[in-house]
């Protein structure tokens, strides 16, 4: 069965640190990979995927993941994190689900918070 | 953009009584997507439909039946509402499943 960890349930980063957000997966064939952000009484946003191609995908706000195929991992990172950048991040795998339909499976979430 | 939208922000509800959550998405999508969401357990996916009339159930379907008569639209029904489905209840659309879903804001509703 497939499966998502985010080892990490708090990280704490100062404002204009690097900052990575783990993300360990467990799937049969080849994974597709999703990083969403939730902030606060808001649905999730998408952040960047992965599917097949250069194992360095970036994606919006300044965001990029590294996809790991031997660590079966895609952490998210960022260079220099930003007070903004606080908010719950999800990463997740898609999986099939039978009768030719996938769904996605997502980590429980890692809280995000950048220190001024 | 992509546009999900839900009946409502906030909910409140007695126990047993039955609740309707609708979410509409406006870009001719697929599939489409109910997850609650609770502190500690990330997402779980309630059900799903890749198609008018299709449905398909999740991780957690017990207590929930789902209704999808447009393309647009697709609705979450609990029948008899238990303290135990106080949640957050996120809907999500896609394309298809290589692409990213979007979601709607999000129903925080509360059993009392």
């Known amino acids: 069965a497939q499966s998502v960890a985010q080892p990490e349930d708090q990280v704490n980063v100062a404002e204009g640190n690097p900052l990575t957000v783990k993300c360990t997966y467990s799937?049969?064939?080849?994974?597709?990979l999703f990083w969403y952000v939730q902030y606060p009484n808001r649905g999730l946003q998408f952040l960047l995927k992965?599917?097949?191609?250069?194992?360095l995908v970036k994606g919006s706000y300044g965001f990029e993941a590294e996809f790991n195929k031997s660590q079966t991992s895609f952490h998210l990172k960022k260079p220099s994190a930003l007070v903004s950048d606080s908010a719950l991040y999800f990463c997740a795998v898609r999986a099939y689900s039978g009768a030719g339909s996938y769904q996605l499976t997502f980590g429980k979430g890692t809280k995000l918070s950048v220190i001024p | 953009d992509v546009k999900v939208t839900q009946s409502s922000r906030y909910l409140v509800k007695r126990t047993g009584e039955k609740v309707f959550l609708e979410c509409v998405q406006d870009?001719?999508?697929?599939?489409m997507f109910w997850y609650r969401q609770d502190p500690g357990l990330g997402l779980r996916l309630i059900y799903f439909s890749y198609d008018v009339k299709m449905k398909e159930k999740g991780d957690i379907p017990e207590g929930y039946s789902v209704s999808r008569e447009k393309k647009e639209r697709f609705s979450l029904i609990l029948e008899s509402a238990s303290t135990n489905q106080t949640s957050m209840y996120l809907c999500a659309s896609s394309f298809s499943s290589r692409y990213e879903q979007y979601f709607g804001p999000g129903t925080r509703l509360t059993v009392t």
């Open positions: 870009m001719d999508h697929e599939n």
């Open positions: 799937v049969s064939g080849n994974p597709y």
């Open positions: 992965y599917i097949t191609g250069d194992n």
